[in-house]
């Protein structure tokens, strides 16, 4: 970390209050109901909270990092097993055509198994996360991506792409490095959730591109895409990776960066927006603007749907 951002994270610990009305006043002077949208007709985006997203075309549906369960903190440092359960306000779900895993943290992995087995729906990515479903009797749906190789499930066209998860622990460590090694469900614990491998996940669809980056860290000779339409950026944890910010917008040279991972993923659906401790929203504002002020930067409050569906949707075969 630089010495502004050791600055910036004692600042929020000590005027909590004046940070979080800072973040809540970027979130609300940049949310997409302010400008007008340009989605295609019948293709929806959905902001889930944490790094998850619904991302709705036609009849079909894909979910990215999907987490709804939102288990007290208490719950997931314990030793306990930490179980899928479902947050009453979850928003009620289509049938799925695919979940996408950028990395099996719990606050990106922990719900895949349940969602996945109502729709007997595909999984993508790790082998932590093949482990992952084998471990909860469903290996068939797990599918362990290959880097570069483009994924049809529906209209959408994916793309998993190597990356790296930013160092959260005060800059040296990734937390809960390595792979999901459990024998049992009843070892996987909060702590048992282990990062894996971490993807880049680049989307197409509907004539439009989406890039969906889960933590705040990068393999700048991977990322190959260039001028996406969307960027879904996690910013949690962008301190502690030097110049995150422009090595990443200089390559993928998106029109609308959608900032994510930034709620209190511990707090229930139905309280006001939480901000994580050290976000700071309004100076990932910033820090956008420094790179390029042709960056559009576009917030979608819990839950929010943009988009429209379309009336007649394709039928499956």
Known sequence: MTRSDWISYFDALLRPGARRE?????????????????????????????????????????????????????????????????????????????????????????????????????????????????????PELAVEVELGRVYEAGPFEITFVASQHSKLLLGMKVPMAGEICCESLAQLSGSAYRCGQVYGIHLRVAGRSFYHQGSANLVDDAIIHRGVDYFLCGISGRGFTERYMPRILERLQPRVIVPTHYDNFFAPFGRPLEFLTNVDVAGFVDEVRAVSREFEVRSLDLLQVIGSGQEDPIERG
């Open 22 to 138: 800072s973040d809540a006043s970027a979130v609300a002077e940049h949310n997409f109901h302010r400008f007008d949208l340009d989605l295609p007709e019948g293709l929806e985006l959905q902001w889930l909270g944490t790094a998850g997203f619904r991302i709705g075309y036609q009849g079909y549906t894909i979910l990215i990092d999907p987490y709804f369960s939102r288990p007290r903190m208490r719950s997931v440092f314990s030793r306990q097993r930490l179980p899928a359960s479902f947050d009453p306000l979850t928003p009620e779900l289509p049938t799925l055509d695919a979940i996408l895993v950028g990395h099996t943290h719990f606050d990106h992995a922990l719900d895949v198994p349940s969602l996945a087995r109502r729709s007997a729906c595909r999984v993508y990515g790790s082998n932590s996360l093949a482990r992952l479903m084998a471990l909860h009797g469903l």
